[in-house]
């Protein structure tokens, strides 16, 4: 009985014992010198009540502040004194506060940096402060290095002793001058508790307002407004990253903002001035940004951001604290107040040649790292991948629901109104929300591997403002964090010898002395290594100032172009590996940036007018989840139908577009070279329908095209005459209705064939949903053709399940036409034609949210080969064969209407999707079974619900996730899937066409959906790909296409003329057409 | 150690229950204060919005009502009176019954079926079970049983009153096209709360829509409207009664009456909330004082409550069938958007819309419930919301009560003139036809 509990102790005791991973040792502050620790002392008049960032510690600063080549480590502290340590070398630290005159006068220090600020060739330290709040006195201070390890405060006579609410700086040249200018960030206080319009960051404030102070000879002058930088109240400023995002040779700046004010994008004109540019280029941002960092995790040349929020992985916080937006309140946010789509988890925007961003943090694995501070990318392991480390934890999670819903009120409430105490008693309600950091090692796929329990000391710790630098000279990057409440950790990174590596410094002969600016395009056996030199980065902090390029076996590097911040550039060639090499210009050359539109070669080009196309589809205002609360995505979003025929018999094919609920139908009928919208009373009858599909043919032999129209959307219920389908025959020179099989479901798509071989078209009818009973499967019919009318094929009843695509084709190459059925919860069903009947092939075990199929030669063996469309892995779904998704269904609380329970796998365990303010809103069973967050936080969802509640209920699994293709092996078929860059997001359709003139055709897929909840955002960030074989694909955003931030739903290629035009349809969104140029 | 701890513990059990005295119960009015009390403190924990609260206090005091109404001919059963009641089974025998207690049991184990925090009854009601069953453990027994029997019988009347079933239909659909439609409001920005409770059955009134108010002004932010009128209103009077300082009577009034049973405070990421009683509460909490002026018995304690309770539930119904038929937007909503974006109530804008005021129909349906049993001169000194760090304030009649309760709404900025003065009327009219359709007590109607 107790031997368990002594071995576990034993193991508990050596663990702590072993302090660090494999990769980073966890040195002592004994053994180094470095006892510096931001002790924080809450009284009654200064604590987490009367400062809301009362718990975002201090900052750290590493660099060489006595030229003497060992890196030295400033702190600055909250309420304790600032405190500088010089390098002795091996390690060891010394103390020289008092002689070097840093420690500080301010009440509260936030953020430190080491720059050249005076152009001296010696590094100076700038410390922010916040004044002017809870009795707070001091400014920022200027601390210029006197080169003889003594400082001289000195901010008053640069114009940077700002009383303000500094939380960070980043000194950079944003004008190229030769001298750094100054992006100083400070946060809001905001205590109204409206968000107010996202206007108000037009009106500046001193105060909470960030700056841009351009370096005029040694005087810093407030640029701000002529810049056009935004300096309201609401800017909760907390990240700072200042990159050429662009790569145009001008510093950007990304201002990483907590609560509901959005991220800024702040794109340099080149002209002092700055265009405020987040919503062209970022789908979606993290909703509490705090620290950020960018770096080229993806060799491609251009920089990519990661933005920290917190987002707890484990079950016991997450389900704990308050979690997602309420979807109405984000969009009444969105649509009344002016903010951009926001979400609660770690962002990764991957730069892409047009500019624009793709997000794949939850694809990339590194979406959820708990209350996180500071991001910073290093090849820690010089392997020559971006590595990323992150750090984190919080003293008290004021967000946890107990505290809130239970605690609060009796232990806060009297504090409040009476003292302003919040007393010991009522914090220890809090649970603590210290937490081990994370360290996440870089593949060369987008994606990063959670390698924090094997590389870095798992020590519960409270850890901020973070550092790197080559503390110990072995080439490697060693990491600095300074802690709330424990000293600051100095991890020594123990990689040395076992993989290469090259430090580089740039010395330009002007002010910017560290070259702070610079760009490094290092070439190794072909791979390129992107690198800019900012030194302020993760949150505020700043980092040695050195390039650092890990090189794993390599020993030198082929070529490396270093493009200095005036653009001028050099190449130096074969390069050793593993030294320090420090670069002056030697006669550099003009650098000319490749033009951002030229860098691509577009094969797509917008149409001016949209060859009259002027259809916008309004999707209505229907919100699923106001009705089923617990379904995990929508089904009312399906539309618009698309159809294409001559619908006038002047040989030219016109266009329908399907409408939403109470919006009719569209037509276009094709003029000349052009499309003009003509009125069709009786075709736009039936305006209460939602067309989700549409076909135009000849269903009734009389040589003239007729409509099939079949409904959705998913609000009409029951036997509702707007969930039945439109038969609509062309009689003369009008359209007449005809009588249809009534089907009630919600339908997909319709296929038309002549599966029967009698000469007239039947009808394929994919069913998807029974309105509110997301989760039961139902019938999808085909439909006979007798003379014109349609009657449903009775003996065909293989298919059952959520269908949303099908395609006809002969997949056994028996000269008969069959049938392949796709949908969400189901794996794709082969339906073989024999003469008219149809019987199930062996499928494959591969249950997906599948969206759309369709045919072709993938591989270029001849064979038919079928690309499916599915969920992408960019989502927080995640499944594999052995751990599906898992969906139950039932009528958990007998009231007569069924729920829908989804259940995650993590660990190798199930827990429920939704937290238990959303379940139990929808079976109130659950709050009696779990009267506190804590009781319900943890448990899976056996526990929650009981296996055998479960056992009863109807089970749905999706094992797949990723989009790819059918590959067809001499008739039988095995899946393989599309490799990252076409998971970020779902595919929803394909069309082929010899797009690049080469006489093959290829396929383009496009996709994006934002039906979804808060919870899992917003798949915004696919730009659509060129399928040219198996090996060759190529992203919309190269070929001219912008499909990101919309959700596309149908591809159709137009021929006008000798002219190919691409057209594409968006929900709730307007249609676009491109011209393809070959 | 632990054994002869353990030894000991039992050999003191057994003494204890050998000491057992066939002494007769006795159930005071103050236990069944104690028992609302309880269960007002388990909703305030639970967090029970306030129509969901009305709910809570009238099932179980139907509950006692009912097996009072079986021994004391002063009063009439319920059956037949209330939408689809039966009658209560009759006991098994009346031998060694207490129907006091019997009452009282069945009120706690209705409370303990309606909250959440079911630990938290169970040990009020253990520690009462475990006295009344030293006192007499033979008519506890009876009386318990009794009592749960008829907890049984009301439980399975309430399970059919539609609760469950409103639980899963759709939420408010917030549509922020329509300029005069209800939109959440700051802080939480929550959905509408119980936009089908007037699907819930109702208790005397014939259907949710029977007093249906005259519609409010129609919408239209012209200056000069009389809508205009009233949002101008309200921004004048909280500017007004704002520049006097907290300490002026309105703003004074206004929070004596918030009866917000969640008011959520943000700071930064500190979230917290202070909790306090429903209105329909509040009102539970005047039935007792007066009951406790008029040294009322046990059994007219009871049928205060009861009658009090059935009132206020019924109000409920009928206000939240007018708020999510008028679907008004708050004055905070359109003040920030059209008059001043920096403004803020008084008091935090609770999460439904408009039109009328809950408080104004709650309070007229209750005023009118009290006079019917203490009279329409019955003064009173309001010490409902000290425990929640707030005044005394008095009142010379129950009407007068409820008009402060209705003009407090515009004071504290959540309410234009018409909710507050249509929505008193309301609740006047609907507690006169629940008091002149209910016959329950046979002697004490004063009106």
């Not at chain 2, 007590?441 to 009106?447: F, L």
């Given at each position: 009985?107790?031997?368990?509990?002594?071995?576990?102790?034993?193991?508990?005791?050596?663990?702590?014992?072993q302090?660090g991973?494999?990769?980073?040792?966890?040195?002592s502050a004994?053994?180094t010198?470095?006892d510096?620790?931001?002790?924080?002392?809450e009284?009654?008049?200064l604590?987490?009540?009367?400062?809301?960032?009362?718990?975002?510690?201090?900052?750290?600063?590493?660099?060489?502040?006595?030229?003497d080549?060992?890196v030295?480590?400033?702190?600055?502290?909250?309420?304790?004194?600032?405190?500088?340590?010089l390098?002795?070398?091996?390690?060891?630290?010394?103390?020289?506060?008092?002689?070097?005159?840093?420690?500080?006068?301010?009440?509260?220090?936030?953020?430190?940096?080491m720059?050249?600020?005076?152009?001296?060739?010696?590094?100076?330290?700038?410390?922010?402060?916040?004044?002017?709040i809870?009795?707070?006195g001091?400014?920022?201070?200027?601390?210029?290095?006197?080169?003889?390890?003594?400082?001289?405060?000195?901010?008053?006579?640069?114009?940077?002793?700002?009383d303000?609410?500094?939380?960070?700086?980043?000194?950079?040249?944003?004008?190229?001058?030769?001298?750094?200018?100054?992006?100083?960030?400070?946060?809001?206080?905001?205590?109204s508790?409206?968000?107010?319009?996202?206007?108000?960051?037009?009106?500046r404030?001193y105060?909470?307002g960030?700056?841009?102070?351009?370096?005029?000879?040694?005087?810093?002058?407030?640029?701000?407004?002529?810049?056009?930088?935004?300096?309201?109240?609401?800017?909760?400023?907390l990240?700072?990253?200042?990159?050429?995002?662009n790569?145009?040779?001008?510093p950007?700046?990304?201002?990483?903002?907590d609560f509901?004010?959005?991220?800024?994008?702040?794109?340099?004109?080149?002209?002092?001035?700055?265009?405020?540019?987040l919503?062209?280029?970022f789908g979606?941002?993290?909703?509490?940004?705090?620290?950020?960092?960018v770096?080229?995790?993806?060799?491609?040349g251009?920089?990519?951001?990661?933005?920290?929020?917190?987002?707890?992985?484990?079950?016991?916080?997450?389900k704990?604290?308050?979690g997602?937006?309420?979807?109405?309140?984000?969009?009444?946010?969105?649509?009344?107040?002016?903010?951009?789509?926001?979400?609660?988890?770690?962002?990764?925007h991957?730069n892409?040649?047009?500019?624009?961003?793709?997000?794949?943090?939850?694809?990339?694995?590194?979406?959820?790292?708990?209350?996180?501070?500071?991001?910073?990318?290093g090849d820690?392991d010089?392997?020559?991948?971006?590595?990323?480390?992150?750090?984190?934890g919080i003293?008290?999670?004021p967000?946890?629901?107990?505290?809130?819903?239970?605690?609060?009120?009796?232990?806060i409430?009297?504090?409040?109104n009476?003292?302003?105490?919040?007393?010991q008693q009522?914090?220890?309600?809090?649970?603590?929300?210290?937490?081990?950091?994370y360290?996440?090692k870089?593949?060369?796929?987008?994606?990063?591997?959670?390698?924090?329990?094997q590389w870095?000391?798992?020590?519960?710790?409270?850890?901020?403002?973070?550092?790197?630098?080559d503390?110990?000279n072995?080439?490697?990057?060693?990491?600095?964090?300074?802690?709330?409440?424990?000293?600051?950790?100095?991890?020594?990174?123990?990689?040395?010898?076992?993989?290469?590596?090259?430090?580089?410094?740039?010395?330009?002969?002007?002010?910017?002395?560290?070259?702070?600016?610079s760009?490094?395009y290092?070439?190794?056996?072909?791979?390129?290594?992107?690198?800019?030199?900012?030194?302020?980065r993760?949150?505020?902090?700043s980092?040695?100032?050195?390039?650092h390029?890990?090189?794993?076996?390599?020993?030198?590097?082929?070529?490396?172009?270093?493009?200095?911040?005036?653009n001028?550039?050099?190449?130096?060639?074969?390069?050793?590996?593993?030294?320090?090499?420090?670069?002056?210009?030697?006669?550099?050359?003009?650098?000319?940036y490749p033009?951002?539109?030229?860098?691509?070669?577009p094969?797509?080009?917008?149409?001016?007018?949209?060859?009259?196309?002027?259809?916008?589809h309004?999707?209505?205002?229907?919100?699923?989840?106001?009705?089923?609360?617990?379904?995990?995505?929508?089904?009312?979003?399906?539309?618009?139908?698309?159809?294409?025929?001559?619908?006038?018999?002047?040989?030219?094919?016109?266009?329908?577009?399907?409408?939403?609920?109470?919006?009719?139908?569209?037509?276009?009928?094709?003029?000349?070279?052009?499309?003009?919208?003509?009125?069709?009373?009786e075709?736009?009858?039936?305006?209460?329908?939602?067309?989700?599909?549409?076909?135009i043919?000849?269903?009734?032999?009389?040589n003239?095209?007729?409509i099939?129209?079949?409904?959705?959307?998913?609000?009409?219920?029951?036997?509702?005459?707007?969930?039945?389908?439109?038969?609509?025959?062309?009689?003369?020179s009008?359209?007449?209705?005809?009588a249809?099989?009534?089907?009630?479901?919600?339908?997909?798509?319709v296929?038309?064939?002549?599966?029967?071989?009698?000469?007239?078209?039947?009808?394929?009818?994919?069913?998807?949903?029974?309105?509110?009973?997301?989760g039961k499967?139902?019938?999808?019919?085909?439909?006979?053709?007798?003379?014109?009318?349609?009657?449903?094929?009775?003996s065909?009843?293989?298919?059952?399940?959520m269908?949303?695509?099908?395609?006809?084709?002969?997949?056994?190459?028996?000269?008969?036409t069959?049938?392949?059925?796709?949908?969400?919860?189901?794996s794709?069903?082969?339906l073989?034609n024999?003469?008219?009947?149809?019987?199930?092939?062996?499928?494959?075990a591969?249950?997906g949210?599948?969206q759309?199929?369709?045919?072709?030669?993938?591989?270029?063996?001849?064979?038919?080969d079928?690309?499916?469309?599915?969920?992408?892995?960019?989502?927080?779904?995640?499944a594999?064969?052995?751990?599906?998704?898992k969906?139950y269904?039932?009528d958990?609380?007998?009231?007569?209407?069924?729920?829908?329970?989804?259940?995650?796998?993590?660990?190798?365990?199930?827990?429920?999707?939704?937290?238990?303010?959303?379940?139990?809103?929808?079976?109130?069973?659950?709050?009696?079974s779990?009267?506190?967050?804590?009781?319900?936080?943890?448990?899976?969802?056996?526990?929650?619900f009981?296996?055998e509640?479960?056992?009863?209920?109807?089970?749905?699994?999706?094992?797949?996730l990723?989009?790819?293709?059918?590959?067809?092996?001499?008739?039988?078929?095995?899946?393989?899937?599309?490799?990252?860059?076409?998971?970020?997001?779902?595919?929803?359709?394909?069309?082929?066409?010899?797009?690049?003139?080469?006489?093959?055709?290829e396929?383009?897929?496009?996709?994006?959906?934002?039906?979804v909840?808060?919870?899992?955002?917003?798949?915004?960030s696919?730009?659509?790909?060129?399928?040219?074989?198996?090996?060759?694909i190529?992203?919309?955003?190269?070929?001219?296409?912008?499909?990101t931030?919309?959700?596309?739903?149908?591809?159709?290629?137009?021929?006008?003329?000798?002219?190919?035009?691409?057209?594409?349809?968006?929900?709730?969104?307007?249609?676009e057409?491109?011209?393809?140029?070959? | 150690?632990?054994?002869?701890g353990?030894?000991?513990?039992?050999?003191?059990?057994?003494?204890?229950?050998?000491?057992?005295?066939?002494?007769?119960?006795?159930?005071?009015?103050?236990?069944?204060?104690?028992?609302?009390?309880?269960?007002?403190?388990?909703m305030?924990?639970?967090?029970?919005?306030?129509?969901?609260?009305?709910?809570?206090?009238?099932?179980?005091?139907?509950?006692?009502?009912?097996i009072?109404?079986?021994k004391?001919?002063?009063?009439?059963?319920?059956?037949?009176?209330?939408k689809?009641?039966?009658?209560?089974?009759?006991?098994?025998?009346?031998?060694?019954?207490?129907?006091?207690?019997a009452?009282?049991?069945?009120?706690?184990?209705?409370?303990?079926?309606?909250?959440?925090?079911?630990?938290?009854?169970?040990?009020?009601?253990?520690?009462?079970?475990?006295?009344?069953?030293?006192?007499?453990?033979?008519?506890?027994?009876?009386?318990?049983?009794?009592?749960?029997?008829?907890?049984?019988?009301?439980a399975?009347?309430?399970?059919?009153?539609?609760?469950k079933?409103?639980?899963?239909?759709?939420?408010?659909?917030?549509?922020?096209e329509?300029?005069?439609?209800?939109?959440?409001?700051?802080?939480?920005?929550m959905?509408?709360i119980?936009?089908?409770?007037?699907?819930?059955?109702?208790?005397?009134?014939?259907?949710?829509?029977?007093?249906?108010?005259?519609?409010?002004?129609?919408?239209?932010?012209?200056?000069?409207?009389?809508?205009?009128?009233?949002?101008?209103?309200?921004?004048d009077?909280?500017n007004?009664?704002?520049?006097?300082?907290?300490?002026?009577?309105?703003?004074e009034?206004?929070?004596?009456?918030?009866?917000?049973p969640?008011?959520?405070?943000?700071?930064?990421?500190?979230?917290?909330?202070t909790?306090?009683?429903?209105p329909?509460?509040?009102?539970?909490?005047?039935?007792?004082?007066?009951?406790?002026?008029?040294?009322s018995?046990?059994?007219?304690?009871?049928?205060?409550?009861?009658?009090?309770?059935?009132?206020?539930?019924?109000a409920?119904?009928?206000?939240w069938?007018?708020?999510y038929?008028?679907?008004?937007?708050?004055?905070?909503?359109?003040?920030?958007?059209?008059?001043?974006?920096?403004?803020?109530?008084?008091?935090q804008?609770?999460?439904f819309?408009?039109?009328?005021?809950?408080?104004?129909?709650?309070?007229g349906?209750?005023?009118?419930a009290?006079?019917?049993?203490?009279?329409?001169?019955?003064?009173?000194d309001?010490?409902?919301?000290?425990?929640y760090?707030?005044?005394?304030?008095?009142?010379t009649?129950?009407?007068?009560?409820?008009?402060?309760?209705?003009?407090?709404?515009?004071?504290g900025?959540?309410?234009?003139?018409?909710?507050?003065?249509?929505?008193?009327?309301?609740g006047?009219d609907?507690?006169?036809?629940v008091?002149?359709?209910?016959?329950m007590?046979?002697?004490?109607?004063?009106?």
């Open positions: 009985m107790n031997r368990p509990f002594i071995l576990l102790f034993v193991v508990l005791l050596s663990y702590s014992c302090k991973g494999t990769r980073f040792n966890t040195l004994e053994k010198g470095v510096f620790t931001n002790t924080l002392t009284s009654d008049d604590n987490i009540l009367d400062y809301l960032y009362f718990y975002n510690g201090g900052g750290v600063a590493i660099g060489d502040i006595d030229n080549g060992l030295d480590i400033f702190f600055s502290g909250n309420q304790v004194k600032n405190k500088l340590y390098n002795k070398g091996n390690l060891k630290f010394e103390d020289i506060t008092s002689n070097s005159g840093v420690g500080g006068n301010s009440s509260w220090n936030t953020g430190a940096v720059a050249d600020v005076n152009g001296d060739g010696w590094l100076d330290i700038y410390v922010c402060a916040v004044v002017g809870n009795g707070f001091g400014h920022n201070e200027l601390y210029i290095n006197n080169q003889d390890g003594t400082f001289s405060e000195k901010a008053a006579a640069y114009g940077l002793d700002f303000s609410y500094s939380s960070s700086a980043n000194f950079f040249d944003y004008d190229l001058d030769g001298d750094l200018d100054l992006y100083l960030l400070n946060h809001a206080v905001h205590t508790e409206s968000y107010g319009k996202a206007d108000l960051r037009l009106r404030n105060e909470t960030d700056k841009l102070l351009r370096n005029d000879n040694g005087k810093f002058v407030d640029v701000s407004e002529e810049a056009s930088i935004y300096g309201g109240i609401n800017g909760y400023g990240g700072l990253a200042v990159s050429d995002l790569v145009d040779g001008y950007d700046i990304y201002v990483g903002n509901h004010e959005d991220d800024y994008y702040y794109l340099n004109n080149g002209d002092g001035t700055f265009t405020e540019s919503r062209t280029y979606h941002t993290s909703r509490f940004s705090m620290g950020n960092d770096a080229d995790i993806n060799h491609d251009l920089p990519d951001l990661i933005s920290l929020d917190m987002l707890p992985d484990e079950e016991i916080p997450l704990a604290s308050e997602d937006d309420n979807i109405q309140t984000q969009k009444l946010r969105i649509k009344e107040y002016g903010y951009h789509y926001q979400f609660t988890r770690n962002m990764l991957v892409q040649p047009d500019g624009r961003f793709i997000e794949t943090a939850l694809m990339s694995g590194i979406a959820a790292t708990d209350w996180s501070w500071s991001s910073l990318f820690f010089q392997d020559g991948e971006q590595d990323l480390f992150v750090a984190n003293p008290k999670r967000n946890d629901l107990d505290f809130i819903k239970f605690i609060s009120s009796n232990q409430q009297n504090k409040i009476n003292t302003k105490l919040v007393d009522a914090l220890d309600m809090m649970p603590t929300g210290m937490s081990a950091n360290i996440f870089g593949k060369n796929d987008l994606t990063f591997e959670d390698v924090s329990t870095i000391s798992q020590e519960m710790l409270i850890s901020g403002a973070s550092a790197y630098g503390l110990d072995d080439g490697d990057l060693d990491l600095v964090t300074n802690n709330l409440n424990a000293p600051a950790t100095i991890y020594e990174n123990k990689t040395n010898e076992s993989a290469n590596y090259l430090k580089i410094k740039l010395r330009p002969n002007n002010g910017n002395t560290h070259g702070i600016g760009k490094v290092a070439y190794t056996n072909g791979t390129l290594q992107y690198k800019e030199l900012f030194t302020a993760g949150f505020q902090a980092s040695q100032p050195i390039i390029l890990g090189l794993g076996e390599a020993t030198k590097v082929d070529s490396l172009k270093v493009v200095w911040p005036d001028t550039f050099q190449v130096l060639r074969n390069i050793e590996a593993n030294q320090e090499l420090s670069i002056t210009p030697e006669n550099p050359k003009t650098y000319t033009n951002q539109e030229n860098s691509t070669s094969m797509f080009k917008a149409v001016d007018g949209n060859l009259g196309i002027q259809f916008t309004v999707e209505d205002n229907y919100l699923d989840f106001n009705r089923e609360k617990l379904i995990p995505y929508k089904v009312s979003d399906r539309g618009p139908a698309l159809a294409v025929g001559d619908l006038n018999e002047d040989g030219k094919d016109d266009l329908l577009f399907g409408g939403s609920k109470f919006i009719p139908v569209k037509v276009f009928i094709r003029q000349d070279s052009t499309f003009a919208e003509q009125e069709y009373p075709i736009s009858e039936e305006a209460i329908k939602e067309q989700v599909s549409a076909s043919a000849d269903f009734n032999g009389d003239k095209n007729d099939i129209l079949t409904s959705g959307g998913g609000d009409f219920l029951g036997q509702s005459k707007a969930l039945t389908d439109t038969y609509l025959v062309k009689t003369d009008a359209y007449s209705l005809r249809f099989p009534e089907i009630f479901q919600n339908a997909s798509v296929k038309p064939y002549d599966y029967d071989n009698d000469g007239d078209l039947d009808l394929f009818i994919g069913g998807h949903t029974e309105t509110g009973k997301f499967t139902v019938p999808s019919m085909l439909l006979e053709n007798t003379n014109g009318e349609f009657s449903i094929n009775p065909f009843a293989a298919v059952k399940g269908v949303t695509d099908a395609v006809w084709s002969d997949f056994d190459g028996d000269g008969q069959d049938l392949i059925v796709v949908g969400e919860w189901m794709p069903i082969f073989k024999d003469k008219g009947t149809f019987r199930k092939t062996a499928s494959l591969i249950t949210l599948w759309a199929i369709h045919p072709f030669d993938i591989d270029g063996d001849g064979d038919q079928y690309l499916l469309g599915n969920w992408g892995t960019n989502s927080k779904f995640n594999t064969q052995k751990q599906p998704v969906m269904v039932d958990f609380d007998k009231n007569g209407q069924t729920e829908t329970v989804i259940a995650l796998p993590k660990n190798g365990k199930y827990y429920p999707l939704e937290g238990l303010d959303a379940l139990s809103a929808q079976m109130v069973f659950l709050r009696k779990f009267n506190t967050y804590t009781s319900f936080a943890g448990k899976t969802v056996d526990e929650v009981g296996k509640k479960l056992a009863k209920a109807d089970l749905l699994e999706i094992n797949t990723q989009s790819g293709y059918l590959q067809n092996n001499n008739g039988s078929f095995s899946f393989v899937p599309f490799k990252n860059e076409l998971q970020v997001a779902p595919i929803m359709a394909f069309v082929t066409h010899d797009f690049d003139g080469d006489g093959k055709t396929v383009l897929a496009g996709g994006n959906y934002f039906g909840k808060p919870y899992h955002g917003r798949f915004d696919f730009p659509g790909a060129l399928i040219k074989s198996e090996k060759n190529i992203l919309g955003n190269q070929l001219g296409l912008n499909f931030q919309k959700s596309l739903r149908h591809l159709h290629i137009l021929k006008i003329d000798s002219a190919s035009y691409l057209l594409a349809v968006f929900n709730d969104a307007a249609a057409t491109y011209q393809i140029l070959n | 150690m632990k054994k002869v353990a030894l000991l513990c039992m050999v003191l059990l057994i003494t204890v229950s050998c000491q057992k005295a066939n002494e007769p119960i006795v159930i005071t009015p103050d236990d069944y204060h104690g028992s609302v009390d309880k269960v007002t403190e388990v305030i924990h639970d967090i029970f919005s306030p129509p969901v609260a009305s709910r809570i206090y009238a099932y179980p005091n139907i509950a006692a009502y009912e009072l109404a079986k004391n001919e002063g009063y009439q059963s319920l059956q037949n009176q209330l689809e009641l039966s009658g209560i089974p009759d006991p098994e025998t009346a031998e060694n019954l207490n129907y006091e207690l009452a009282l049991i069945a009120h706690i184990d209705m409370n303990r079926r309606l909250i959440f925090s079911e630990d938290r009854i169970n040990s009020y009601r253990d520690s009462l079970y475990t006295i009344w069953e030293d006192m007499n453990e033979n008519e506890f027994a009876i009386s318990k049983k009794y009592g749960l029997q008829v907890s049984e019988h009301i399975q009347w309430m399970d059919k009153d539609n609760y079933q409103t639980r899963t239909m759709p939420k408010f659909t917030v549509n922020s329509d300029p005069s439609r209800w939109q959440p409001t700051p802080p939480s920005y959905d509408g119980e936009p089908h409770w007037s699907k819930i059955r109702a208790f005397v009134i014939d259907s949710a829509a029977q007093f249906k108010p005259t519609p409010p002004p129609p919408f239209s932010m012209e200056e000069g409207s009389d809508f205009y009128k009233e949002v101008r209103e309200v921004y009077i909280s007004e009664i704002t520049a006097k300082g907290d300490e002026s009577e309105e703003v009034i206004a929070k004596f009456w918030d009866c917000n969640y008011v959520s405070v943000t700071r930064g990421h500190l979230m917290f909330a909790k306090k009683i429903t329909g509460a509040h009102w539970i909490g005047i039935a007792k004082i007066a009951t406790k002026k008029t040294d018995d046990f059994d007219k304690t009871v049928y205060a409550y009861t009658k009090t309770s059935i009132a206020i539930a019924d409920f119904i009928s206000c069938d007018e708020k038929r008028s679907n008004l937007i708050r004055p905070e909503t359109l003040i920030n958007e059209h008059i001043d974006d920096s403004w803020e109530p008084v008091l804008t609770p999460p819309p408009e039109y009328t005021s809950g408080h104004s129909v709650v309070s349906a209750a005023s009118v009290l006079t019917s049993i203490f009279g329409s001169d019955f003064a009173f309001d010490d409902t919301e000290v425990p760090g707030l005044p005394v304030r008095s009142f009649s129950f009407y007068e009560a409820a008009d402060e309760a209705a003009i407090s709404r515009m004071y900025g959540i309410h234009y003139r018409a909710a507050v003065e249509i929505g008193v009327k309301q006047r609907l507690g006169k036809f008091v002149d359709n209910l016959s007590s046979t002697t004490t109607q004063t009106q």
